[in-house]
């Protein structure tokens, strides 16, 4: 059994920058590749990033390239998302979500693990 906690949300400014963590137990975190998933309110789950097995390969959604950093510290066993000049449409519960292989990948069913999530609130 896989377990994910996210951690680093709030309620922050335009313009500003957050955090986030996902701290992973109960598989060898260091074999899997890892991402990043968003739900803004009245819209499905879209994928933000995601980061190989390695950290050596990224794929981010064009919405958030350039603003956005996925990265990861597997003798932590934690992954992270560095978010910069938030805007208001970022505003969603962020949830990280976990492979059974060492390649990323943007598509959702390919994360059978999944954390709670935690909410990124972006106000004017």
């Known amino acids: 059994q896989v377990q994910l906690i996210e951690s680093g949300g709030g309620l922050v400014q335009a313009g500003d920058s957050l955090r986030l963590s996902c701290a992973a137990s109960?598989?060898?975190?260091?074999?899997?590749?890892m991402g990043w998933f968003r739900q803004a309110p009245g819209k499905g789950r879209e994928f933000v990033a995601s980061i190989s097995a390695t950290g050596d390969a990224t794929y981010y959604a064009t919405s958030v390239k350039g603003r956005f950093t996925i990265s990861r510290d597997n003798a932590k066993n934690t992954m992270y998302l560095q978010m910069n000049s938030l805007k208001l449409e970022d505003t969603a519960v962020y949830s990280c979500?976990?492979?059974?292989?060492?390649?990323?990948?943007?598509?959702?069913?390919?994360?059978?693990?999944w954390g709670q999530g935690t909410q990124v609130t972006v106000s004017s």
């Open positions: 109960g598989r060898t975190f260091s074999s899997s590749a």
């Open positions: 979500a976990a492979r059974n292989y060492p390649t990323p990948t943007m598509t959702l069913p390919s994360f059978p693990y």
